[in-house]
């Protein structure tokens, strides 16, 4: 089965610019998350939907960062204005609740941000 | 609440066994591994439930003890495939709460040498 899509793959902004990302989680995945890697460090839950809805945003900078997830398939997390502190990569990740146990999660390669 | 994990950083030789633990201040439903690759997106390894236990993988088995909140990954007999870096994920609802997420801890480096 085909993975979890992810573009740019890189990206270079200056402070205060704006950026997009975009996901395409794998076909059937009702759970999409998005996860903000530093270097070094283990990914950080910014955002989970179940379908077209937010399940989780409580480590969401609200003030800066949006997401969406338009028809409960594709996604977008835009970055408005960009701080220096946001250089991470930015995984996208999916898994398909079955109601009966915890899924698993499929990542994908993740958009590598780079703010100067 | 992020779990911790320990070691921060692990370095063996072809052939010798290592083992990574992950604990956590809150009661577990479940703990995931994965294991990520230098520029690569992480992996699943194995899911263990509250309750159970699953071996996901050859050579690499897990544990999950609920009285501590802990879990160990443990790697025998490591090959050079095996570098990289190991995270644990921990569940504090259960699966058919709405509430439902994943944490991820903060790794644990490893790096087999011939």
């Known amino acids: 089965e085909a993975g979890v899509a992810q573009s740019p793959r890189y990206k270079i902004i200056e402070k205060r610019q704006s950026v997009a990302f975009w996901c395409n989680p794998i076909s059937g995945h009702a759970t999409l998350y998005w996860y903000q890697q530093i270097l070094g460090q283990g990914p950080k839950l910014l955002i989970q939907f179940q379908n077209n809805g937010v399940v989780d945003d409580s480590q969401l900078p609200k003030d800066r960062f949006s997401a969406e997830r338009l028809k409960g398939v594709d996604s977008t997390l835009k970055i408005q204005p960009a701080k220096l502190e946001d250089s991470a990569v930015y995984l996208c990740a999916s898994s398909r609740p079955t109601g009966t146990a915890p899924e698993k999660l499929f990542f994908g390669s993740g958009t590598q941000l780079s703010v100067l | 609440q992020q779990p911790v994990q320990s070691p921060q950083a692990v370095i063996l030789r072809e052939g010798e066994d290592a083992v990574i633990n992950c604990s956590s201040s809150?009661?577990?439903?479940?703990v995931h591994w994965y294991r990520q690759k230098h520029g690569e997106a992480p992996v699943f390894l194995m899911i263990l439930l509250k309750g159970g236990e699953q071996k996901g993988h050859d050579k690499i088995s897990a544990s999950f003890n609920e009285k501590k909140q802990q879990s160990s990954l443990y790697l025998t007999a490591s090959q050079l495939s095996y570098s990289g870096t190991y995270f644990c994920g921990t569940e504090t609802t259960g699966w058919m709460d709405s509430s439902y997420k994943l944490i991820f801890g903060s790794g644990t480096r490893l790096l087999v040498r011939p």
């Open positions: 809150k009661a577990l439903y479940s």
